[in-house]
């Protein structure tokens, strides 16, 4: 067969030699680049989720960013709330050398006072210039918004975290469903006369702070072993009161605190015989609820097994739901960490202890830090944090016969300052103030310390390991292979080579037919 208009073997050879050319121009590109994927026609599918990886990428490395940061800023309120702590435990030991007055002149008490009073502002100082890149720390400026707070139903609440999922608020609803009680005995007084002991007694009083021990005479009266056992009560944790206003009704003997830790023990030492015993004291059976403003009714009560005899008897603490779910207090305190909402919240005494009454409720409005510790921007993967004041005049908070008692009530002048301390020969005033100070401050570090640990190192952790294993998945999907890029590149080489020779023979076929013209 010699034709010449049309050359087949030509047209096939410049056909595979096209292939081969785009071949060599693909491994070219892919060796010049490092990748596989360079435009969307190499791998749609590898494109479409590479891409999407990259994306997840850039959050997950983003969200290290912001843990880290966000590290930082509780390292250094740490910091600052460290020497916090030690201006604190300063201030505990100058209060207690004041408080030793047979060995501390006016003048040393009077240069503990400055001390304290330097401390104390130092606080101030250093709650209001805590910072980290502008931004206010310890000022509480980080703390939670509250309105609707009934103080007659909540005495203290501080949230520690909240979760606003979009909403401008966060409601709280409290429903008491279990009392708080303090430890009580109930003494019925007699009848032969009432109101009077009916024999000498030695009584031992026993409650959360220690025990005393009182001598009675026959025919003491009530209202007087009243008195007596209350001038001991910051000795005991026990305060006595009439049952319904009147000693001729009884005595109840009962802790100043309330809780499974608040007890209240009341017993005759060396009775004559436990049937001749005209001491006798009876507690609630089974914790039921202690009886409210209606007049105490001994029949009632006994008759039906209420009361039963008893020498002892604890505290129950409150339990309530927050929100639905059901919390166990400790005393008159509601601690929640339930994912919307991380708060500690203190009781009235009142509320606590009526069940019935109705639901209290309050709001958070704003505030908290939110730290955005995740690659999307989603309530699971953020984290709230309350940081409150810790000024002198918000630490502390004690509830005292002097009304609501702060740090700043420790300064030159005020109620629980060294010299008022002095003239009342009482300076449990003033320690109980510091301890609740102390106890806040090293709370709160305890509490950034277990976020910056447990929340954003192991998050840290996590999305590094993340990362890692996303930027495999993207290199395994776009990452180009040198070894066999290189390889296909040589047969890319050869076969453009060989096709050039074959190009060039299948021109030269075509001459062949001028040999048949005699040429």
């Known amino acids: 067969m010699a034709r010449i208009n049309t050359n087949v073997a030509s047209m096939i050879a410049q056909a595979n030699l ?60 740490e910091a600052s709330l460290t020497e916090i702590n030690d201006l604190l435990n300063s201030i505990r030991g100058l209060i207690v050398q004041s408080s030793n007055s047979g060995a501390t002149s006016d003048a040393e008490r009077d240069a503990n006072q400055l001390q304290i009073d330097s401390a104390i502002d130092s606080i101030t100082r250093i ?32 949230i520690n975290g909240a979760t606003f999922n979009g ?42 702070k220690g025990v005393q021990v009182f001598e009675f005479a026959s025919g003491q009266s009530l209202t007087q072993v009243m008195n007596a056992i209350n001038r001991s009560t910051a000795l005991t944790g026990v305060q006595v009161a009439a049952i319904n206003n009147d000693v001729n009704s009884g005595l109840v003997f009962q802790s100043t605190t309330f809780g499974s830790d608040s007890f209240v023990s009341v017993k005759r030492q060396n009775p004559p015989s436990e049937s001749a015993d005209s001491f006798v004291t009876y507690k609630f059976a ?13 029949a009632t009560y006994v008759g039906a097994g209420t009361l039963t005899r008893s020498g002892d008897d604890n505290g129950q603490d409150v339990q309530a739901l927050v929100n639905g779910n059901l919390i166990r207090g400790r ?34 409005t704003g ?16 984290s709230n944090v309350g940081i409150p004041s810790v000024a002198a005049s918000r630490l502390g908070g004690v509830i005292t016969s002097n009304g609501v008692e702060f740090l700043n009530s420790l300064k030159e002048g005020q109620y629980n300052s060294v010299r008022q301390s002095f003239q009342r020969r009482d300076f449990s005033g003033a320690q109980e103030v510091l301890n609740a100070a102390i106890d806040q401050i090293t709370s709160l570090r305890g509490r950034l310390g277990a976020f910056e640990r447990n929340v954003l190192d192991t998050n840290v ?7 890692e294993n996303l930027t495999a998945s993207v290199s395994q999907i776009r990452d180009a292979d040198f070894a066999m890029e290189t390889s296909q590149l040589t047969r890319a080489q050869i076969l453009s080579s060989a096709g050039t020779s074959t190009l060039q023979l299948a021109n030269q076929q075509s001459q062949s037919v001028l040999q048949l013209l005699g040429r």
């Open 18 to 77: 096209g292939r081969t050319s785009n071949e060599m121009n693909l491994r070219l590109e892919r060796l010049s680049t490092g990748l596989k994927i360079n435009r969307g026609k190499d791998d749609p599918a590898g494109l479409i989720i590479s891409e999407r990886i990259r994306s997840d990428i850039q959050g997950v490395n983003q969200g290290i960013s912001n843990a880290q940061r966000a590290s930082s800023v509780i390292s250094t309120a």
């Open 127 to 158: 709650s209001n210039t805590a910072s980290f890149g502008g931004l206010k720390l310890l000022d509480g400026s980080l703390d939670y918004t509250l309105s609707g707070v009934r103080s007659s139903a909540i005495t203290n609440a501080r």
């Open 167 to 208: 909403s401008s608020s966060v409601q709280v609803d409290i429903d008491v469903v279990a009392s708080a009680q303090t430890g009580a005995l109930y003494y019925s007084g007699g009848t032969t006369p009432p109101g009077v002991l009916l024999s000498a007694m030695t009584l031992e009083v026993k409650g959360p």
């Open 286 to 298: 089974n914790n039921a609820p202690v009886p409210g403003a209606a007049p105490f009714d001994w």
């Open 331 to 364: 005393g008159l305190e509601l601690v929640t960490n339930i994912p919307s909402l991380a708060a500690s919240i203190t009781l009235g005494s009142d509320f606590a202890t009526r069940p019935a009454t109705a639901t209290s409720t309050f709001h958070i």
């Open 367 to 382: 505030g908290g830090a939110l730290f955005q510790l995740g690659p999307n921007v989603t309530a699971l993967q953020q």
């Open 461 to 467: 952790t996590s999305l590094q390991s993340q990362f």
